[in-house]
């Protein structure tokens, strides 16, 4: 015997069966607050010849991430709260997981590539321009957008993808950001300590958002409590609220 799946029907925070037009207006400012703040970020770095260093090349390509990742579950999520029809074609599901996974991944790789960034300026400052020339980080941005993985074999091979693809990255820069400390803390003055960490404070914030609620969500152990509403607050929280905090951070 054999049986087919053609639509899957969305369990959202709430329980009713009618629109939820509050919910639908937050998620609706949170979405426009998102798609604005990251568009001017590029039209501002973009435009600014003083901003075409490696930092803001980095960030641009971050806040290219947050829109698109922002673009893949929030107008399907809006269309749920608007109509009360929480169904989703199999077809739409499966390409909604794929391309959340996929900039997902992506998001990872930047922020993991902005920790680098951070440690060759603050450690090797004389050889900066030349180790982030502009061939390597074109190489180095082409190379985060390429690293997706695939998903479709199971839960063992998600967990296999959400350590080496998540995990992975958040270990570089914890070590990347040890040795920045390290360096830091060589620096005989106050003032030029408080400076050096400044430059650092925005990613770092970004960084314990995003993986903070990450890995709440994905590492927390598979049982009845993961799909309770807690967990659900908490995936709202990375996926709709760090792409929208993100360019305020970094203002």
């Known amino acids: 015997n ?34 604005i703040g990251n568009i001017v970020i590029l039209g501002v770095i973009s435009s600014d010849k003083r901003l075409h260093t490696p930092m803001y090349f980095f960030l641009a390509n971050l ?33 909604q997981l794929y391309f959340f996974q996929l900039f997902m991944v992506v998001e990872c790789y930047i922020l993991t590539v902005m920790a680098y960034d951070r440690y060759v300026a603050i450690c090797f400052p004389l050889n900066y321009t030349l180790i982030m020339s502009r061939e390597v980080r074109i190489r180095i941005v082409l190379a985060c957008w390429l690293s997706c993985s695939d998903t479709k074999v199971g839960e063992g091979l998600f967990m296999i993808v959400v350590v080496i693809a998540g995990m992975g990255p958040l270990i570089f820069i914890l070590v990347t950001y040890g040795r920045i400390i390290a360096a830091v803390t060589k620096i005989s003055t106050s003032k ?60």
């Open 2 to 35: 054999e049986s087919s799946v053609s639509i899957f029907f969305i369990v959202g925070l709430s329980e009713t069966a009618d629109p939820q037009i509050l919910l639908f207006l937050v998620f609706l400012a949170i979405y426009l607050i998102t798609v």
């Open 63 to 95: 806040a290219a991430v947050d829109i698109f990742l922002s673009s893949v579950t929030v107008p399907k999520l809006l269309y749920i709260l608007a109509t009360a029809q929480k169904s989703i074609s199999y077809a739409g599901c499966v390409t």
């Open 192 to 251: 030029g300590r408080q400076k050096t960490f400044s430059t650092c404070a925005s990613h770092f914030m970004v960084v314990a958002l995003y993986y903070g609620s990450g890995i709440f969500s994905y590492i927390w152990p598979s049982s009845t409590y993961a799909m309770d509403k807690d967990v659900k607050v908490v995936a709202v929280l990375y996926t709709i609220m760090t792409p929208m905090l993100n360019p305020i951070i970094y203002s």
